[in-house]
């Protein structure tokens, strides 16, 4: 049995802190993917998609607290965060960058910050194989889905529309 000391999942007095508000986005954007039915959840597309999504859930929340239950309310938020035409990585810097502020002048520890920060730091930094979208049009004919050009990504330009589609089809 733990002692009190031990189970604190405040973070205060040196306990354990659980990144809940993380791992609820997580969720979220997990379910959404496999309610899609896109791609297998074992491969990186996969993962590429759920980081994104979950980062775009995680940071759209300005209040501190997660929809919960209202998460179809938040679907139209997450569609225009992950838009096409939309900035996405700028406003994702921008809300870690905030974030990060925050949590350094409160002196507490960000566990859901950190888990955010090393799913954006993935995604930049992990690169993908994918379909060249920009290929030269009226090229060879493509005979089956793994052939044609394909490019290296980032993997977030490849997750962020997985998870713009995902949320349309849920």
Do not use: C
């Amino acid at each position: 049995m733990l002692d009190e000391e031990q189970g604190n999942t405040d973070g205060a007095d040196g306990g354990l802190t659980v990144p809940m508000a993380w791992l609820y986005a997580e969720y979220i954007a997990d379910e959404l993917l496999r309610t899609g039915d896109l791609m297998p959840p074992t491969s990186f597309e996969f993962r590429a998609g759920r980081d994104a999504l979950a980062l775009t859930v995680f940071l759209s929340d300005t209040d501190g607290e997660l929809p919960g239950i209202r998460v179809v309310t938040q679907l139209e938020t997450w569609l225009s965060l992950t838009a096409y035409d939309q900035p996405w990585q700028e406003w994702v810097r921008e809300r870690l960058a905030e974030l990060g502020a925050g949590a350094a002048s409160s002196g507490r520890p960000a566990p859901d910050l950190e888990l955010a920060e090393e799913a954006w730091r993935w995604l930049q930094e992990t690169e993908l194989l994918a379909p060249d979208l920009n290929a030269v049009p009226g090229g060879a004919p493509v005979v089956g889905e793994d052939e044609g050009p394909k490019v290296w990504t980032p993997a977030w330009q490849l997750g962020l529309p997985l998870g713009h589609l995902a949320i349309h089809l849920f």
